[in-house]
């Protein structure tokens, strides 16, 4: 059954997770506040009025949490630091009691044979950089090297793999365009600052990272090949300028050192030295990817949305459509293992020698099956799973150069606007008494991993 799904020893298994959606303990260690605190305190901004604060109790415990890591049989852990836990207030020294945490669970994992991966910013900014512009504001490109150099300095010698920033598309679309995410404002094509001031804080965290002696280091940018609705010359052009928005206003700074044509001009300031800073070469490419997007031209409907809900406002010169035909997660999303080659291909049609090797940062989808008589039988995130990587193969047998697939997600954990209510796991949370049970999913994935690896 699990032929097709070969990829190898030296390909690397992993899992991702981040901070916000797992840890919880939001108060103690002398954590400071973060965006998402803030945001999931205003009425009516995350479904069930759900937080964070709890979340999976991985503060307490990771150890637990490792070991089921080891048992599936990972080699690699994606997990986020939390920028509130090591700088309380956004800048200054690190914080002891934030650091010893990090410090716990990267010597456990290590001692479980697991490489660590951390992402050092996953959405959850310290509220008094927020206070101060956030994203918005250029000053906060230079906390944010600081806030790299202290961890490189603290984990340099035991981590063996960096990333910058979780996918500055979300937030700088649900974040500061649509304000579905933390820190909720809704500039429409005013937050394209945002973009502008992530991917300069990346490029000068590869730098200060490199400089305090950390190695092999990427970012995780998400990715989904961007369909016109029809041939029409409307609907294509609409799909391009889409395109351009979610997947190469991203991508083309980092990888080539420029901006999609028209998006300069968008930018605060002269942005040339940036991107040369922007374009540092990176070790790899982390990619997350979930759906493909069905993009038409506005028909001056109310009812458009992007993915996930999000009503989008009237004058849009796009709108994504829904993409009929297709099994769908509980999230809406569509299930199209093609796509995920499909991206995979473009990528390296766009660039060529200027691509470094792959990383899959992130996938997985949502799934509600919740335990019966202690199983979890959720037969669908199997198929998806198996349909993805059987797509991820395909495209490397194509050429692509991807070296690891690290699924999203090891728990069932907070998602975001949706609380609760969308569980991404392996092994489900009962969120009342913080119970894991490994899905069916767990363990047909450490099946295919420990097949994988001696073909
Ligand atoms: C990613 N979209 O979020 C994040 O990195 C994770 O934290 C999250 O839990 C996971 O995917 C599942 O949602 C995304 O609108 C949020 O295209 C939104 C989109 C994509 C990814």
Redesign the pocket.
Known sequence: MTADLAFGPEFRWGVST?AY?IEGAVAEGGRGPSTWDTFCAEPGRILNGDTGAVACDHYHRYAEDVALMRELGVDTYRFSFSWPRIQPSGSGPGNAAGLDFYDRLIDTLLGAGIQPAPTLY??DTPQPLEDAGGWLSRSITDRFADYAEILAARFADRVPMWITI??PM?IT??GYSLGAHAPGRSLMFDALPVAHHQLLAHGRAVQALRASGASNIGI?S?H?PTWPASDSVEDKEAAGLYDNL?NWLFADPVLLGTYPSGFEAAMPGPVSDDLAVISTPLDFFGI?H?APVSVGAATGQADTV???GILLPPGLPFEPRSLEGYPQTD?GWPVVPAAFGEILRIFKDRYGDRLPPIYIT?N?C?VGDGPVDGVVADQRRIDYLDGYLRSLRQAMDDGVDVRGYFQ??LLD?F??AAGYS?R?GLVHVDFDTQVRTPKASYHWLSDVIAQSRVR
Request: glycine share 4%; hydrophobic share 40%; no cysteine.
């Open positions: 981040s959606q996953h959405w979780n996918e979300v679309l649900m995780a998400n989904a979610i997350n979930y992007a993915t996930d999230f992130e997985g949502s999203w997600s954990n998602e975001w969308q991404f």
